[in-house]
């Protein structure tokens, strides 16, 4: 569940649009998991992976009986409560400022100590890392065809705001694109289904529809996350190696370029590009054509 989302915020076609679904969908899913738990074998069945702390638990003392590991249950230790001296009660403050000594031996403390703190600090991270200009974030799934509320003013408002577009030239505009996509759905055979193409149709009438135009694009290079600066970074650590780090920028930008778009590179005909390189440069020693 987490690491098909993961993949999908670390893609390189991600979308805001589609990624805060996709979040949204996420931390619903943990919310339930943790309100629903005592239920949850009753929605587990062999079709859906769906984990619940019943069937992790029953999973852990199966693979704790296999490999000889004693069960919490029975290891269980009282811990010698501390006794504060009646001279020093006065100055001393006796509280709890962890849970280090708090073994989790029963079944509920499993439950209450380990699975619901485990949940709770995923859920509080997932919406502390999306809530800041959610109202931004969330305004670009608006912009999406599948969206209910697609084309809505109130929803893109604050994000027309947010980049200091004209409102009203904006709200005027989103009256007249939806029956612009009904004919050009209609003319051309096609479906807008995602905001690649919801772009396309804007390019071609971006005189009229300037400011949705610019909101669009906007929102098409917003980056869902910084992997592909990461790609980046670690295509320009192997070319720029100790032997090689007396390049020059152009040569080191032509080469990080060729290696990052490395699929375009590929479906070059090389032929061509010598033939061009040819014409280009009449003063070569090596002859070509």
Same mark, same amino acid.
């Given at each position: 569940?987490?690491?098909?989302?993961?993949?999908?915020?670390?893609?390189?076609?991600?979308?805001?649009?589609? *990624?805060?679904? /996709?979040?949204?969908?996420?931390?619903?899913?943990?919310? &339930?998991?943790?309100?629903? $738990?005592? %239920?949850? !074998?009753?929605?587990?069945?062999?079709?859906?992976?769906?984990?619940?702390?019943?069937?992790?638990?029953?999973?852990?003392?199966?693979?704790?009986?296999?490999?000889?590991?004693?069960?919490?249950?029975?290891?269980?230790?009282?811990?010698?409560?501390?006794?504060?001296?009646?001279?020093?009660?006065?100055?001393?403050?006796?509280?709890?400022?962890?849970?280090?000594?708090?073994?989790?031996?029963?079944?509920?403390?499993?439950?209450?100590?380990?699975?619901?703190?485990?949940?709770?600090?995923?859920?509080?991270?997932?919406?502390?890392?999306?809530?800041?200009? *959610?109202?931004? /974030?969330?305004?670009?799934?608006?912009?999406?065809?599948? &969206?209910?509320?697609?084309? $809505?003013? %109130?929803? !893109?408002?604050?994000?027309?705001?947010?980049?200091?577009?004209?409102?009203?030239?904006?709200?005027?505009?989103?009256?007249?694109?939806?029956?612009?996509?009904?004919?050009?759905?209609?003319?051309?055979?096609?479906?807008?289904?995602?905001?690649?193409?919801?772009?396309?149709?804007?390019?071609?009438?971006?005189?009229?529809?300037?400011?949705?135009?610019?909101?669009?694009?906007?929102?098409?290079?917003?980056?869902?996350?910084?992997?592909?600066?990461?790609?980046?970074?670690?295509?320009?650590?192997?070319?720029?190696?100790?032997?090689?780090?007396?390049?020059?920028?152009?040569? /080191?930008?032509?080469?990080?370029?060729?290696?990052?778009?490395?699929?375009?590179?590929? $479906?070059? %005909?090389?032929?061509?590009?010598?033939?061009?390189?040819?014409?280009?440069?009449?003063?070569?020693?090596?002859?070509?054509?």
């Amino acid at each position: 569940m987490f690491k098909k989302v993961s993949d999908f915020l670390q893609g390189v076609i991600a979308e805001m649009a589609e *990624s805060m679904v /996709l979040i949204k969908s996420l931390i619903m899913t943990l919310t &339930n998991m943790r309100n629903d $738990s005592n %239920d949850c !074998l009753n929605e587990c069945d062999g079709s859906i992976n769906y984990i619940c702390f019943e069937k992790m638990y029953e999973e852990a003392l199966y693979i704790c009986r296999e490999n000889n590991i004693p069960l919490p249950s029975e290891q269980i230790q009282k811990i010698r409560k501390k006794r504060v001296p009646q001279k020093f009660k006065s100055f001393f403050i006796d509280e709890n400022i962890s849970l280090e000594n708090e073994q989790a031996q029963s079944k509920n403390d499993f439950r209450t100590k380990l699975f619901f703190s485990i949940l709770d600090k995923i859920i509080n991270e997932l919406e502390n890392r999306f809530s800041i200009n *959610s109202s931004i /974030l969330y305004a670009i799934d608006y912009l999406h065809p599948k &969206n209910a509320k697609f084309l $809505s003013y %109130d929803d !893109l408002k604050p994000l027309a705001q947010h980049y200091k577009l004209d409102t009203q030239l904006l709200k005027s505009e989103l009256k007249i694109i939806p029956n612009t996509i009904k004919i050009y759905q209609k003319e051309n055979q096609i479906k807008i289904t995602n905001l690649m193409n919801f772009v396309d149709l804007l390019e071609k009438y971006k005189f009229v529809f300037n400011e949705t135009y610019k909101m669009v694009i906007i929102s098409i290079t917003i980056p869902v996350s910084s992997a592909g600066c990461e790609r980046t970074f670690s295509c320009l650590r192997r070319l720029k190696t100790y032997m090689q780090n007396k390049m020059t920028d152009e040569r /080191l930008s032509n080469l990080s370029m060729m290696s990052i778009e490395k699929k375009i590179a590929k $479906s070059l %005909d090389l032929e061509e590009v010598v033939d061009k390189f040819a014409i280009n440069h009449n003063n070569r020693k090596i002859i070509l054509v």
